[in-house]
């Protein structure tokens, strides 16, 4: 059965840390890794990952993919109180978007 | 703001009753996929359409139905309502065909309450 698994599931660090989130997946017909941020309602889109090694930068945010170890790592460094969310890791196919449960990340001031 | 609208935002309906969401996806967008997602959960496929025909569906029982209209807008139907069934409700679009590597753009969902 497919599967996207991250961890930790709850994080919670001091402004200006810097945080790892992880996300393994086992899933069949791989096309895409994606990140997303989840503050309220709406996730929003992050990063879209599909070559192995190859690192994608947003300012603080991170991302890189490693398709023969079957993970992929989101670091965000120098952490503000307005990246408290829950960071939800996807694997897309041809026919569905699967999704790990997230991680909640608390940032205290 | 994704562009892609859903209504209502909320909803409170009581089990066995039938509902109905709405989703308006981006303009040229013409892939649409619906979420359940459980409190503390991640979204849970539901299923998902391209140009008006569903192309990919989740473990979810035939009480779950969709459509996709000519202008890529989109509904799902839950009959039989269950207090199981309470849940956001998250709807993405795509601009692509789902065999291209894109991402999803996610609109605010619809909170269903069960009573």
């Known amino acids: 059965e497919d599967k996207v698994v991250q961890s930790p599931l709850s994080l919670v660090v001091h402004e200006g840390d810097t945080v790892t989130l992880n996300c393994s997946y086992e899933?069949?017909?791989?096309?895409?890794l994606l990140w997303y941020k989840q503050e309220k309602k709406a996730p929003t889109f992050l990063f879209m990952l599909?070559?192995?090694?190859i690192e994608k930068k947003s300012g603080r945010l991170s991302s890189i993919l490693d398709k023969k170890e079957l993970f992929s790592i989101l670091n965000i460094t120098a952490t503000q109180t307005g990246d408290s969310a829950v960071y939800l890791c996807?694997?897309?196919?041809?026919?569905?978007?699967?999704f790990g449960k997230g991680t909640r990340l608390h940032i205290l001031p | 703001e994704t562009g892609v609208t859903q209504s209502p935002t909320h909803l409170i309906k009581t089990r066995g009753q039938q509902v109905t969401l709405r989703c308006s996806s981006q303009?040229?967008?013409?892939?649409v996929s619906w979420y359940q997602q459980a409190l503390g959960q991640g979204p849970q496929f539901i299923f998902q359409?391209?140009?008006?025909?569903?192309?990919g569906r989740g473990n979810f029982p035939p009480r779950f139905s969709g459509l996709q209209f000519p202008n890529y807008s989109s509904e799902l139907n839950v009959n039989a309502l269950e207090l199981d069934d309470s849940a956001l409700y998250l709807c993405?679009?795509?601009?692509?065909?789902?065999?291209?590597?894109?991402?999803?753009?996610f609109g605010q969902g619809t909170r269903l309450t069960v009573v």
């Open positions: 993405a679009s795509s601009p692509t065909p789902p065999r291209m590597n894109t991402e999803a753009f």
């Open positions: 899933v069949t017909n791989f096309r895409s």
């Open positions: 599909t070559s192995s090694g």
């Open positions: 996807a694997v897309g196919r041809d026919d569905k978007i699967i």
């Open positions: 303009s040229g967008h013409n892939t």
């Open positions: 359409y391209y140009r008006e025909e569903e192309n």
